[in-house]
């Protein structure tokens, strides 16, 4: 197995696998269905992700991608079905919205053992054709298991958060964890943030799994980060160019 990522069993029949050797700790997530898996998000796309999705599971995989940002869709390069929202399609075909300069500038901030293969000066940021257009309330049918499409924009245009009813999980992608909540450039947008958030804490969730940092992240932080985006907007400071603001296990920065 490739010692780049660490697979930890959530259930019988879900799997996160995690980067923990670089600062952004990403999480992607396997979902094992009847005739076939979901994998929710690909990680930097510094190691072989492939590999260890083949040692879980020999069933075909669809991806979905939370979001077209180069630290969710590094390992698209080995998979064929790929599922994207409606909003950030054009973010895979044809134009990403940041400079590879800066993409590798960010890959590279922090000291990291990266894995011996790996090379950031052929490091390329995945352009391609999505297989599936997502939109709000979509359901992926594994048979076992259906996963709820909620679009949750803010952190990006086309975010989504994946809901699992019958587990009462929320894959939260970039909306929710336990880290530096980012709304401060311009494809990003506060109020639709803090509008994700309020949709987002309607559903009955039991656990939280997020794309970034720790997993030990308890379900209370969604009423937290909803509070705190709130208290910003009644004062009137929610807004690009404000700053970072900080909170008990979370920061919000606009
Ligand atoms: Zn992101
Ligand atoms: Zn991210």
């Not at 390069?77 to 950030?88: C, G, L, R, S, T």
């Not at 044809?94 to 990291?112: A, G």
């Not at 594994?142 to 699992?164: A, D, F, M, Q, V």
């Not at 030990?216 to 970072?244: M, P, Q, R, T």
């Amino acid at each position: 197995m490739d010692s780049w990522f660490t697979v930890e069993k959530i259930d019988n029949e879900t799997y996160v696998i995690s980067e923990y050797k670089h600062w952004e700790e990403t999480h992607c997530y396997l979902l094992i269905g009847i005739d076939k898996c979901l994998l929710i998000d690909t990680g930097l796309g510094v190691g072989n992700l492939l590999e260890v999705i083949n040692r879980l599971t020999d069933l075909p995989v669809e991806v979905v991608v939370t979001h077209v940002h180069w630290d969710h869709i590094g390992g698209l390069k080995y998979f064929k079905n790929i599922a994207v929202h409606d909003a950030e399609k054009e973010w895979l075909t044809n134009e990403f919205p940041i400079p590879i300069q800066l993409v590798i500038k960010n890959l590279i901030r922090e000291p990291c053992d990266f894995p011996t293969y790996f090379n950031k000066d052929n490091y390329e940021i995945f352009k391609g054709q999505p297989t599936a257009i997502l939109q709000d309330n979509d359901i992926i049918d594994l048979e076992n298991r259906k996963i709820e499409i909620i679009h949750t924009p803010g952190h990006s245009p086309g975010h989504i958060c994946l809901y699992e009813p019958d587990k009462k999980y929320l894959y939260s992608g970039d909306l929710i964890y336990m880290g530096k909540l980012d709304a401060f450039y311009p494809t990003t947008n506060p109020y639709e943030f803090m509008k994700s958030i309020d949709k987002i804490r309607r559903l009955a969730i039991e656990r939280i799994f997020p794309a970034h940092y720790s997993l030990s992240i308890n379900v209370e932080i969604i009423e937290n980060i909803d509070k705190a985006f709130k208290d910003l907007f009644y004062s009137g400071k929610l807004a690009h160019g404000n700053g970072i603001f900080y909170f008990e296990n979370f920061s919000i920065h606009i």
